[in-house]
């Protein structure tokens, strides 16, 4: 006799549909076989069944037991299989009279019958969603994060009696709801305030741009400066995620095993600070089944990458294209996954070697070909073009270290912020960008017009700087969002100076590489 029941496997951040046929047969000697490229837990997950239908105070037949993961081309992996096996099974000996093919189930099996929490609940609950089916059988530590996908019907339960019971009707369950709206509203006050942060005006200023247009920036500076205390309270300025933006970061999070059960949605935008000897694939992703890396973890937030001259070269060139893109494409034999990555790439470094350059309270003790070999780093196209905003982040004066004026909130910048982005919806929104810096050649040229004294502005400083056509393009996006910034409808020359302004490494190979880099 052949039962089916029907789950879900996880490729990236997307879920497949799987039927789980189950073949009970005359002899064996209970046998019990697996097939359809299942790993290492699926594999082991015969034994767990076997004691869970025991523990749970049913029979297993002493016949020949075939289980089929289908689509058989695809490789499975997890426990989540365990319980979707396991009412095949029940369903083949008679335990189970009811249909079991019109719901989806996942969950772990522990060998007394209970159900273990497992990854990825919320992409199999928007798998059931797209594809027709509105129930779902979940653990119950994974009611909540399978509960936000909006027209699913989700059941939470503790054993496999308790499945079993709620199948042929003797058991009553009730279906598990959340308020995804609710939660988004539960938002937490931010720990890191930019009111904490004295002085750095300038820096200041041009994160709320970077933040505003979604453009990348790079600080500068000595160490103790604040560039980490800086980049590490850009989150607390950044416009609130809807709900599509909650569940991809959610999901993310999960393929990345970094979800708890019970954790429902992640509702603060992420902050991921990778060390410098990070591997290729911790930053990017990868692996047999791909994982998420650093840069898509911080999608829809921060990625920081401190002390940047120290990453490897290689790993630089390997953000261009999530950079370019804002997503991550990996490739197998068997698939290619893509995983989202729309960020703000903010990176720090030293002036020099050894930090000092440029600060009148320290001398700097390298040679003009030790700084000059310390930037080439980062230099040239594989990143550094690509980075909107170098700005400088100089010594904090004593004055403002002991007090003075009191730093804006960063409630106040955000609601600066979120204006900006108000604009920037309603004019790129049809497009599918929806900030400045994912504007194409032609939405620049037709939204980012100058007049003539701008043109003539921007003229002169590309021939001064030697600045390239990308840094052109980009120069002209900044100035677009400080434009918005300035709910000006149209871009200025102010507008167009300061986004100069903020091409400190541009400028810097114009003068002496041993001299103070002066904004």
């Given at each position: 006799?052949?039962?089916?029941?029907?789950?879900?496997?996880?490729?990236?951040?997307?879920?497949?549909?799987?039927?789980?046929?189950?073949?009970?047969?005359?002899?064996?000697?209970?046998?019990?076989?697996?097939?359809?490229?299942?790993?290492?837990?699926?594999?082991?997950?015969?034994?767990?069944?076997?004691?869970?239908?025991?523990?749970?105070?049913?029979?297993?037949?002493?016949?020949?037991?075939?289980?089929?993961?289908?689509?058989?081309?695809?490789?499975?992996?997890?426990?989540?299989?365990?319980?979707?096996?396991?009412?095949?099974?029940?369903?083949?000996?008679?335990?189970?009279?009811?249909?079991?093919?019109?719901?989806?189930?996942?969950?772990?099996?522990?060998?007394?019958?209970?159900?273990?929490?497992?990854?990825?609940?919320?992409?199999?609950?928007?798998?059931?969603?797209?594809?027709?089916?509105?129930?779902?059988?979940?653990?119950?530590?994974?009611?909540?994060?399978?509960?936000?996908?909006?027209?699913?019907?989700?059941?939470?339960?503790?054993?496999?009696?308790?499945?079993?019971?709620?199948?042929?009707?003797?058991?009553?369950?009730?279906?598990?709801?959340?308020?995804?709206?609710?939660?988004?509203?539960?938002?937490?006050?931010?720990?890191?305030?930019?009111?904490?942060?004295?002085?750095?005006?300038?820096?200041?200023?041009?994160?709320?741009?970077?933040?505003?247009?979604?453009?990348?920036?790079?600080?500068i500076g000595p160490p103790g400066s604040g560039k980490t205390m800086l980049a590490r309270r850009i989150p607390s300025i950044m416009p609130q995620m809807t709900l599509d933006e909650n569940l991809e970061v959610t999901r993310i999070h999960a393929a990345g095993g970094l979800l708890h059960p019970g954790a429902g949605l992640l509702t603060?935008?992420?902050?991921?600070?990778?060390?410098?000897?990070?591997?290729?694939?911790?930053?990017?992703?990868?692996?047999?089944?791909?994982?998420?890396?650093?840069?898509?973890?911080?999608?829809?937030?921060?990625?920081?990458?401190?002390?940047?001259?120290?990453?490897?070269?290689?790993?630089?060139?390997?953000?261009?294209?999530?950079?370019?893109?804002?997503?991550?494409?990996?490739?197998?034999?068997?698939?290619?996954?893509?995983?989202?990555?729309?960020?703000?790439?903010?990176?720090?470094?030293?002036?020099?070697?050894?930090?000092?350059?440029?600060?009148?309270?320290?001398?700097?003790?390298?040679?003009?070909?030790?700084?000059?070999?310390?930037?080439?780093?980062?230099?040239?196209?594989?990143?550094?073009?690509?980075?909107?905003?170098?700005?400088?982040?100089?010594?904090?004066?004593?004055?403002?270290?002991?007090?003075?004026?009191?730093?804006?909130a960063s409630l106040e910048i955000r609601k600066r912020i979120v204006g900006a982005r108000h604009r920037q919806f309603r004019r790129l929104g049809d497009s599918g960008n929806y900030v400045n810096a994912q504007m194409q050649p032609d939405q620049v040229r037709l939204h980012c017009g100058l007049t003539e004294e701008c043109d003539r502005m921007l003229e002169t400083a590309v021939t001064r700087l030697g600045i390239s056509a990308r840094g052109w393009n980009?120069?002209?996006?900044?100035?677009?969002?400080?434009?918005?910034?300035?709910?000006?409808?149209?871009?200025?020359?102010?507008?167009?100076?300061?986004?100069?302004?903020?091409?400190?490494?541009?400028?810097?190979?114009?003068?002496?590489?041993?001299?103070?880099?002066?904004?």
């Amino acid at each position: 006799m052949i039962t089916k029941t029907l789950s879900g496997a996880v490729y990236g951040i997307d879920a497949s549909l799987v039927e789980v046929e189950v073949n009970i047969s005359p002899g064996g000697n209970g046998e019990f076989q697996i097939v359809g490229l299942p790993d290492a837990a699926i594999r082991e997950s015969r034994a767990r069944i076997h004691a869970a239908i025991r523990n749970s105070g049913f029979e297993v037949p002493f016949r020949k037991i075939t289980v089929n993961l289908a689509p058989a081309g695809i490789r499975k992996e997890g426990a989540a299989f365990d319980l979707p096996m396991a009412i095949g099974v029940l369903k083949g000996t008679g335990a189970i009279q009811a249909d079991v093919g019109r719901l989806l189930m996942a969950g772990e099996l522990s060998l007394d019958g209970h159900l273990r929490p497992v990854k990825n609940c919320l992409s199999l609950a928007l798998l059931a969603r797209t594809t027709g089916f509105t129930k779902l059988i979940v653990p119950f530590e994974n009611a909540n994060d399978a509960a936000v996908a909006e027209g699913v019907s989700v059941y939470p339960m503790h054993t496999l009696t308790e499945v079993a019971g709620f199948l042929n009707g003797t058991g009553e369950v009730s279906a598990h709801y959340v308020n995804a709206d609710r939660m988004l509203d539960q938002e937490p006050d931010p720990l890191e305030d930019f009111k904490d942060v004295r002085g750095q005006h300038h820096a200041k200023r041009a994160i709320e741009v970077a933040v505003a247009g979604g453009h990348n920036i790079l600080m500068i500076g000595p160490p103790g400066s604040g560039k980490t205390m800086l980049a590490r309270r850009i989150p607390s300025i950044m416009p609130q995620m809807t709900l599509d933006e909650n569940l991809e970061v959610t999901r993310i999070h999960a393929a990345g095993g970094l979800l708890h059960p019970g954790a429902g949605l992640l509702t603060t935008r992420p902050f991921r600070a990778p060390h410098h000897s990070i591997s290729r694939a911790g930053l990017v992703g990868g692996g047999t089944i791909p994982r998420p890396g650093e840069v898509s973890l911080a999608h829809n937030g921060v990625l920081f990458l401190d002390e940047l001259p120290e990453f490897p070269r290689h790993l630089l060139e390997g953000l261009r294209q999530s950079l370019e893109d804002s997503c991550v494409s990996i490739a197998r034999v068997q698939a290619t996954l893509s995983f989202p990555a729309s960020l703000v790439l903010v990176g720090a470094m030293n002036p020099c070697h050894c930090g000092q350059l440029g600060n009148p309270l320290h001398e700097c003790q390298c040679t003009p070909r030790q700084v000059q070999a310390y930037r080439s780093r980062i230099s040239g196209p594989p990143l550094l073009d690509r980075i909107d905003l170098h700005v400088d982040v100089p010594a904090i004066p004593y004055k403002d270290m002991s007090g003075g004026k009191a730093a804006e909130a960063s409630l106040e910048i955000r609601k600066r912020i979120v204006g900006a982005r108000h604009r920037q919806f309603r004019r790129l929104g049809d497009s599918g960008n929806y900030v400045n810096a994912q504007m194409q050649p032609d939405q620049v040229r037709l939204h980012c017009g100058l007049t003539e004294e701008c043109d003539r502005m921007l003229e002169t400083a590309v021939t001064r700087l030697g600045i390239s056509a990308r840094g052109w393009n980009r120069i002209l996006k900044v100035a677009r969002t400080i434009a918005d910034l300035d709910r000006a409808d149209n871009i200025a020359p102010p507008h167009i100076a300061e986004a100069v302004r903020y091409r400190k490494l541009d400028r810097a190979g114009h003068c002496q590489v041993d001299a103070p880099l002066a904004d």
